[in-house]
């Protein structure tokens, strides 16, 4: 069983920057898409950023795009979500997951979070105005 471990989350004020590892236990991680989800309260989870088994594919929520930077490194078994000029809107609980059985066509990379095998317990993230 893979274990992913986030962290790097906290309170911020609006405009700053933060970033979220994720570190997996084991497992083929290289052959492994991983993804961030983010659920605020009262809201349905939602996609916020993905990157392929392939690193140089990666894919971003409108809602996040310009301001995120999804990035992997297969010899850490981590990923990493830089986050820059955050919002209020950008409160949530964030989770790290894994698709272990990924696309072969590297530009294909799954937003529906029911395609992930492998959650992250979540990590806190809050903007303050």
């Known amino acids: 069983q893979v274990q992913l471990v986030e962290s790097g989350g906290g309170l911020v004020q609006a405009g700053d920057s933060l970033r979220l590892s994720c570190a997996a236990s084991?497992?083929?991680?290289?052959?492994?898409?991983m993804a961030w989800f983010r659920q605020a309260p009262g809201k349905e989870r939602e996609f916020v950023a993905g990157?392929?088994?392939?690193?140089?594919?990666?894919y971003l929520a409108d809602s996040v795009k310009g301001r995120f930077t999804i990035s992997r490194d297969n010899a850490k078994n981590s990923v990493y979500l830089q986050m820059n000029s955050l919002k209020p809107d950008d409160t949530a609980v964030y989770y790290c997951?894994?698709?272990?059985?990924?696309?072969?066509?590297?530009?294909?990379?799954?937003?529906?979070?029911?395609?992930?095998?492998?959650w992250g317990q979540g990590t806190q993230v809050t903007v303050s105005l």
């Open positions: 997951a894994a698709d272990r059985r990924p696309a072969l066509n590297p530009r294909v990379v799954a937003t529906d979070g029911g395609r992930y095998d492998y």
């Open positions: 084991q497992g083929v991680f290289s052959g492994y898409a």
């Open positions: 990157i392929s088994w392939n690193p140089a594919f990666t």
